[in-house]
């Protein structure tokens, strides 16, 4: 999970907490509240219907008392119950035709009769169901008249709790959709950042090192982004310095290494030399040329420390530069016993990395199978477009490699410990200039031989 997902779900899941560890207790509160609303409403009802049945039971004016009870039940959608003091039912407005009935034995009639309004939810033995009951005496100037009963189903009494709870919950919802949008914000803040610093570190480590990150977020981000810049900065120093040492001190070696090959050269025409001078001096020449070979490498890994020297403005097509390395090459195997196949294809992808490079590269490559695989009777070099990428593959049947030299393959300045002779740079510097481009080289070897592959980013 990434950092910005981290952060995000901490940041939501405390909220959905707090919301939760708040919201419970509102919804009860408001689920009672409503119920006391409901109460207080229906109660508010009777005594408003009390006051005007009143005087219709003391004059015995049921048919009075009937209208005003109906109307009352109409308006408050409740059903309404009116007994005389004894308690003796006058009307029943669920049913109007109902004859005279006891009702002093319920209990909300027998407080209401003693003058005290009364409010429960019990079960109704002739509904078979809950009801909200709400009673209240009918009376003027301290004398009992009678009682008056308001009551409603339970069920509606819930619809009515329900309307009120889901406004709430509607509310607590609109709150964790707000809570998320914080915790992403939040998230984005510091995620942002972070992937930036990533990004521009993954920049540094494949050469680019005047990549910097914005120093934008939060103080610690703003302090690592610092701190990675102040390293960017160190390390472009002391490579900018590294490459022009190295630059400077091949450059200087070459013309004294050109003079001392011409001066061998005019020595190795000089007659009456003895056998074993000649075999010295033969000696001397192939050092340096190794010597020679050095520099040249010295000079390309001064190029290649960086991807600016590595690139060029305007891309190129790759297929010239290898097909005159495949020309040389399959003359300089030719003469070692070795058959070198060359497959090029014809739609290579143009890339940016500098011709020159990427004929040294595939030259190093192609040493490699003369030097560490003297035994191999042919060899492939291939170049095919591979997923907007050159792919570069040199195949041989040498036998492959040693553990020793296929463990080292591409450190800087490692031999293995034959006399094969060497710089020790090839397989390295292969690797820095494919790296420094954004590219890749692995290497496989077998019992058959040992496969190296070069793959190049295109340029599109």
């Known amino acids: ?216 977020g ?29 630059g400077n001190a091949a450059h200087q070696l070459k013309t004294p290494l050109a003079a001392i090959g011409i001066r061998l050269a005019s020595i190795s025409d000089e007659p009456h030399l003895s056998d074993v001078a000649l075999a010295d001096l033969k000696e001397a020449k192939t050092e340096v040329q190794d010597l020679g070979r050095l520099v040249d490498q010295l000079l390309l890994l001064s190029r290649t420390t960086d991807a600016t020297g590595a690139h060029i403005d305007e891309p190129s097509d790759p297929g010239p530069a290898l097909r005159a390395i495949a020309s040389q090459w399959r003359e300089a195997m030719a003469t070692q016993g070795i058959d070198l196949e060359v497959e090029i294809a014809r739609d290579l992808p143009k890339i940016s990395l500098a011709p020159d490079l990427l004929a040294q590269a595939c030259d190093n490559l192609l040493d490699n199978v003369t030097r560490h695989c003297p035994n191999s009777k042919s060899a492939l070099l291939e170049a095919v477009s591979e997923q907007e990428r050159l792919k570069i593959r040199v195949l041989d049947t040498g036998g492959g490699l040693s553990p020793e030299i296929e463990r080292t393959a591409f450190a800087r300045f490692t031999r293995g410990t034959s006399a094969i002779p060497g710089t020790g740079l090839g397989l390295a510097l292969v690797r820095q200039v494919a790296e420094s481009v954004g590219g890749s080289v692995e290497l496989s070897t077998s019992p058959a031989g040992t496969e190296v592959t070069l793959r190049i980013p295109s340029a599109s």
Not at 66 to 77: F, K, L, M, T, V
Not at 231 to 242: G, H, L, M, P, W
């Open 218 to 246: 939060p103080p610690e981000i703003r302090e690592l982004a610092h701190s990675l810049n102040n390293s960017a900065a160190r390390v472009e120093t002391a490579v900018s310095t590294e490459r022009t040492f190295i």
């Open 1 to 216: 999970m990434s950092l910005r997902a981290r952060i995000f779900t901490g940041t939501f899941v405390l909220i959905l907490l707090t919301i939760a560890a708040l919201g419970v207790p509102l919804l009860v509160i408001v689920r009672d509240h409503a119920l006391d609303e409901i109460q207080n409403s229906l109660k508010g009802d009777a005594y408003r219907t009390a006051s005007l049945v009143v005087t219709a039971i003391e004059q015995g004016n049921d048919r009075q008392v009937a209208e005003i009870a109906d109307y009352a039940a109409r308006q408050s959608n409740s059903r309404v119950t009116v007994t005389d003091r004894d308690g003796a039912l006058i009307f029943d407005s669920d049913n109007p035709d109902r004859a005279s009935e006891d009702f002093a034995n319920r209990p909300e009639i027998e407080a209401a009769l003693s003058g005290i309004d009364a409010s429960e939810i019990r079960m109704s033995e002739t509904l078979g169901t809950e009801i909200l009951v709400v009673a209240v005496p009918v009376a003027r100037a301290g004398r009992i008249a009678g009682a008056l009963r308001l009551s409603r189903g339970i069920a509606e009494v819930r619809a009515d709790q329900f309307k009120t709870t889901a406004s709430v919950v509607a509310l607590l919802a609109i709150l964790v959709g707000a809570g998320a949008w914080i915790s992403s914000g939040i998230g984005r803040s510091v995620g942002r950042p972070v992937a930036e610093i990533g990004r521009v570190a993954e920049r540094i480590g494949h050469g680019e090192y005047s990549a910097r990150a914005r120093e934008v």
